[in-house]
């Protein structure tokens, strides 16, 4: 079972996740998602800890935002997860676009006495070099200019495993999500402590 640090054990809270169907666990049952293993590590070991699961497939920047607020005032997170941006890229959105997104649903959050951690997400380098990287940049300069937290891309070192997606190529299966699990975790972790040290 994986687990996040033992300091925070009794610290409590609640942990929002926005994402899209990388966090909403498509193409399986939700509770063999990595969002629903995070909440099992929870309960193991912090169980005071309440993981909400806002994720929506095929929702975008936009949609998050758009959403943030009403799920800001009906849970009052101590910490905001945002998962998106998989399907602006896509579609082709643009980057400003991207980044605008990302920084109002960041400064949204944290306005509400909310900690941010910023899920990095990539694309196939089908669209190109430059927008790919601008893309993947977009995550790390939207944390910097916010002071948010941000992990690397979710699917690292499971995207291109063998056995590890779904036939879409898009999608990773119910086996590879602890693997998800465990590119969140040590970002997660100390975001925890932090937000615990403040009760």
């Known amino acids: 079972m994986l687990t996040i640090s033992q300091g ?3 610290r409590t809270g609640t942990i929002l996740v926005l994402g899209d ?9 939700l509770d063999q998602g990595w969002v629903a293993l995070l909440q099992d590590s929870l309960n193991a070991s912090h169980p005071g800890w ?6 929506i ?9 758009q959403r943030l607020p009403a799920l800001l005032q009906r849970h009052a997170p101590e910490v905001v997860i945002i ?30 006495g909310s900690r941010v951690l910023l899920l990095t997400m990539e694309i196939p380098p089908n669209f190109g070099r430059r927008y790919t990287t601008l893309f ?50 040590p970002y997660l972790s100390p975001i925890l402590d932090a937000a615990g040290a403040q009760q």
């Open 8 to 10: 925070a054990q009794t």
């Open 83 to 112: 998962e998106l941006g998989g399907n602006d890229g896509l579609r082709g959105y643009p980057i400003p676009t991207l980044r605008e997104n990302l920084t109002k649903m960041t400064e949204s959050a944290k306005a509400r």
């Open 50 to 55: 309440t993981v909400v699961n806002a994720s």
């Open 136 to 185: 993947r940049d977009s995550y790390s300069e939207v944390a910097d200019n916010t002071g948010a937290a941000v992990a690397p891309f979710i699917l690292d070192g499971i995207a291109l495993s063998p056995g590890s997606m779904q036939a879409d190529g898009i999608h990773p299966t119910a086996s590879a999500q602890p693997r998800l699990l465990a590119n969140v975790l």
């Open 57 to 65: 497939s095929g929702d975008t920047t936009g949609g998050g935002l």
């Open 21 to 29: 169907s990388i966090s909403a666990a498509y193409g399986m049952d």
